[in-house]
């Protein structure tokens, strides 16, 4: 059996899949990226290799994306995150149905992406400010109400009343500003609620840089935060589809493009 790895090399995390020659999803790891991507990317594809008892020997394609993605060098191909998440998302969302837009929160970015109905890319936008609107921002939140980053879509789902406003477009200043409210006796589930919101509206305005359209899919680690789904679903007045893994579907898509590319070379 042939295996093929997708390698997505994040600014804050590392995402590694290994999908088989029919291009299902056989496995996938995740580790922080660090200082040194290239180190903790073998370190991370070995220890996924030895989990799935699959030896390196029968990876026969790998395709590396991402913000460091130039600096895998056993890569036999690298391309840009934007064409693997459309990819990765098409094919996690087939039994869903068409996906026409794509939302996409990483570590100290965020993405709108709008798709054809033939898949293509035909337009994107990436957030122009600082952490504000990232992963990165929540797990500073998170930090500072002294509470687990996984614990943030239950305490939404508690809080009182309209949501906090909390307007601050710098991750900095933003925290200052969660301070200022703490100190104010608001409670942390009101904070919360209040932060998913604002990073909501700012997704909202990424999206319809590009166009809002049915068919929405949202990927990335936030994806997992229940509370910020609901704030994104009722800021934009849809329902979002979430895959089972959204933090790998960069690198599921790099998978399923090595799957291709190897077989290219083969007819070619």
């Known amino acids: 059996m042939k295996y093929f790895a997708g390698i997505d090399i994040g600014s804050t995390s590392i ?29 991370t594809l070995e220890l996924l290799l030895k989990e799935l008892e ?66 293509n890319v035909t337009n994107f936008a990436m957030n122009d400010r600082c952490a504000a609107g990232t992963g990165k921002f929540l797990d500073v939140v998170a930090l500072k109400l002294e509470i687990g980053v ?6 939404h789902f508690k809080a009182q009343g309209t949501p906090l406003s909390v307007s601050s477009t710098c991750a900095v200043f933003a925290e200052s500003e969660i301070i200022g409210l703490l100190g104010n006796n608001h409670s942390v589930e009101d904070i919360v609620c209040g932060v998913h919101y ?9 999206v319809r840089r590009v166009g809002i359209k049915e068919g929405i899919y949202f990927d990335g680690g936030p994806a997992m935060n229940e509370g910020l789904v609901n704030a994104i679903e009722n800021e934009l007045g849809q329902r979002l589809f979430i895959p089972n893994y959204p933090q790998v579907t960069t690198s599921f898509g790099a998978a399923i493009i090595a799957v291709d590319s190897f077989n290219y070379e083969m007819v070619n």
Do not use: H, P
Not at 78 to 104: R, W
């Open 198 to 206: 604002s990073i909501a509206k700012r997704i909202v305005k990424l």
């Open 15 to 43: 995402k590694i899949v290994v999908v088989d020659e029919n291009k299902k999803l056989i496995g996938y790891k995740t580790s922080a990226s660090g200082s040194m991507f290239y180190k903790y990317a073998q370190e």
């Open 150 to 155: 996984d614990e943030l879509g239950d305490y």
């Open 54 to 119: 699959i030896s390196i020997e029968n990876v026969v394609y790998i395709v590396s994306t991402g913000y460091g993605r130039k600096l895998y060098k056993e890569a036999n191909e690298n391309i840009s995150e934007i064409t693997a998440n459309a990819v990765g998302a098409i094919a996690a969302a087939s039994e869903y149905g068409e996906i026409k837009t794509i939302i996409n929160i990483g570590g100290q970015d965020s993405k709108a992406i709008s798709l054809d109905s033939d898949g």
